[in-house]
C-alpha cells in the first residue's frame, strides 16, 4: 500500500518538477512547483513525521509559494511568454544533468546503506525539547541564531524592497536637515538625563 | 522506514529532483525562474537528510532539526530574492538576466 503511494508520489514529483522548470508561462510554473512542494509533504507523511510535514505544508504551500506568485504578479504580464535559451544549450546541459545524476545514482547503488529495521515514532513534543536543549548536543544556540536570522531577513527584506524612493526624494538637502535633528536630540537628551537620574535610585531599592 | 520502499528508491527520487532543478537553474533565463529552480534544488536536499535520519539512525533527530533550519533559512532566502527582483525591476523594468548589470560592479 505504501509502496504504492509512494511511486504514485514519486511520478507526480517528477513530472511536475520537469513542467516547472519547462513551462513557459510563469504562473504555471509557479503552480507546479507547488505541487513538487506538496508531493514532498506527502513523502514526510509517509515517512511518519508529521511535524516536517507541517512545516513543509505551512512554510513552503503557503508562505514561499504566496510570496512568488506575487513578485510573478508584481513583476510579469501573465500572458507573456518566457523566452528560453537555446535548442543546443538545453541539449548540453540537459547531457550534463543526465550523466551528473548518472555519477549519483552508481554511488548511491554502489554503497550498501546500514538501514536498521526499527521504525521510531517522534513526537512534536521530542523536536521541541531537542531544539531547546541547552545540554550536550542540544540545539538552542543554532535555534537562537536562526530566529535573529529571521528577524534581520524581514527587516532586509523591507528594507530593499521599499530602496531607493526615499533616498532619492531629498538627495542634498538632508545634510543640513540631519544637522538639525541631531541639534533636537542632543537637546531632548539634554532634558531626558536629569529625569533618568531622578528615577534610578527608585528602580534600585 | 516506510514499509515496502527502500532507501535507495527514495534517494533515486531526489537525486532526480535535484538534477531536474538543476537543469532549470541553468537553461532558465529569468530571475524568479531560477529562485523557483533553486526552491527544488533546496527541496530535494533537505528530504535526503530526512530520510537518511529515518532509515539509517531512527532513534536520533539531528536530521529533522536541520531540515527544519534549512527550512528557515530557505525562506528567509526566498524572502530576500524577492524583494531584490522587485528592487530590481524598479530600477530596470525587466527581471531578464541579461538586463540585470546594475549590481555588477
Given amino acids: ?205 | 522506514m516506510i514499509p515496502g520502499v527502500s532507501i535507495t528508491e527514495i534517494l533515486t527520487l531526489t537525486s532526480i529532483l535535484f538534477f531536474i532543478g538543476v537543469y532549470g537553474f541553468i537553461t532558465r533565463k529569468n530571475l524568479i525562474s531560477i529562485l523557483i529552480s533553486v526552491e527544488l534544488i533546496l527541496n530535494a536536499s533537505v528530504v535526503n537528510f530526512v530520510i537518511i535520519n529515518k532509515y539509517l539512525f531512527p532513534d536520533v533527530l539531528e536530521g529533522v532539526i536541520y531540515s527544519i533550519f534549512i527550512i528557515a533559512v530557505a525562506a528567509a532566502e526566498t524572502a530576500l530574492a524577492v524583494a531584490i527582483i522587485i528592487n530590481l525591476y524598479r530600477q530596470t523594468g525587466s527581471v531578464e538576466v541579461k538586463d540585470t548589470q546594475v549590481m555588477k560592479y
Fill in chain 1, 1 to 205: 500500500m505504501e509502496s504504492i503511494i509512494f511511486y504514485l508520489l514519486a511520478a507526480i514529483m517528477v513530472i511536475f518538477a520537469i513542467a516547472s522548470v519547462s513551462s513557459r508561462k510563469m504562473l504555471r510554473s509557479v503552480v507546479y512547483l507547488l505541487f513538487v512542494l506538496i508531493g514532498i509533504a506527502g513523502i514526510y507523511f509517509l515517512a511518519d513525521y508529521n511535524f516536517l510535514a507541517a512545516v513543509q505544508l505551512t512554510v513552503y504551500a503557503g508562505g514561499v509559494i504566496v510570496l512568488i506568485i506575487f513578485s510573478v504578479l508584481l513583476v510579469h504580464h501573465i500572458e507573456m511568454r518566457l523566452e528560453v535559451a537555446s535548442r543546443k544549450k538545453q541539449l548540453i546541459t540537459g547531457l550534463l544533468c543526465m550523466s551528473g545524476l548518472a555519477v549519483f545514482l552508481s554511488v548511491i547503488y554502489s554503497y550498501s546503506f546500514e538501514v536498521t529495521g526499527t521504525s521510531v515514532t517522534t513526537t512534536t513534543a521530542q523536536i521541541g525539547e531537542k531544539l531547546l536543549d541547552y545540554g550536550p548536543g542540544g540545539f538552542i544556540l543554532p535555534f537562537e541564531v536562526i530566529s535573529v536570522l529571521l528577524l534581520a531577513s524581514m527587516i532586509g527584506a523591507i528594507i530593499i524592497a521599499k530602496g531607493e524612493k526615499t533616498t532619492k526624494k531629498h538627495p542634498t538637502p538632508g545634510v543640513s536637515h540631519n544637522v538639525k535633528m541631531m541639534k533636537v536630540e542632543q537637546e531632548q537628551e539634554l532634558q531626558i538625563n536629569p529625569i533618568l537620574n531622578e528615577k534610578t535610585p527608585v528602580e534600585t531599592e
